[in-house]
């Protein structure tokens, strides 16, 4: 059975990572400098894994608290993933319209496009698990 330390523990632990490898994935590529798709690219990756990290770190050490009121606890948490799914498929429409436009304010936008896409498609992916677990997590 889940419980709903188990889905908090596995949340951060996850986000952290993602946000570890789209920092060095981003490091990377702009070390490589390919262009401006590639910087693009580069750019949104390091951008959204600075900000998840920060995400992550946040709800390792909310975590550590104990937890009055599981049944609330874990009702809250659900509507927070629910509600950032929610925001993850408004990333996607966003980063796909800026891989469709293909420029903003003369500058390239498809590197930056393709990855927004990819960020908000993981965390879409991410937060609709981890909702879903809760939902039938022991309360």
């Given at each position: 059975?889940?419980t709903?330390?188990?889905?908090?523990?596995?949340l951060t632990?996850?986000?952290?990572?993602?946000?570890?490898?789209?920092?060095?994935?981003g490091?990377?590529?702009?070390?490589?400098?390919?262009?401006?798709?590639?910087?693009?690219?580069?750019?949104?990756?390091?951008?959204?894994?600075?900000?998840?990290?920060?995400?992550?770190?946040?709800?390792?050490?909310?975590?550590?608290?104990?937890?009055?009121?599981?049944?609330?606890?874990?009702?809250?948490?659900?509507?927070?993933?629910?509600?950032?799914?929610?925001?993850?498929?408004?990333?996607v429409v966003?980063?796909?319209?800026?891989?469709?436009?293909?420029?903003?304010?003369?500058?390239?936008?498809?590197?930056?496009?393709?990855?927004?896409?990819?960020?908000?498609?993981?965390?879409?992916?991410?937060?609709?698990?981890?909702?879903?677990?809760?939902?039938?997590?022991?309360?």
């Open positions: 059975m889940t709903l330390e188990q889905v908090r523990h596995d632990r996850t986000l952290a990572a993602w946000s570890v490898a789209s920092l060095a994935g490091a990377v590529l702009a070390a490589r400098r390919g262009g401006p798709r590639a910087a693009g690219f580069a750019r949104q990756s390091v951008a959204w894994g600075a900000i998840d990290l920060a995400i992550a770190a946040s709800g390792a050490v909310g975590a550590r608290g104990g937890v009055q009121d599981r049944r609330a606890e874990t009702v809250s948490l659900r509507r927070l993933l629910l509600l950032n799914a929610a925001l993850d498929v408004g990333y966003v980063g796909a319209a800026l891989v469709r436009a293909r420029t903003v304010r003369g500058r390239d936008s498809v590197g930056d496009g393709a990855a927004v896409v990819v960020q908000g498609a993981f965390l879409l992916a991410l937060d609709l698990s981890h909702a879903a677990r809760l939902r039938t997590t022991a309360l």
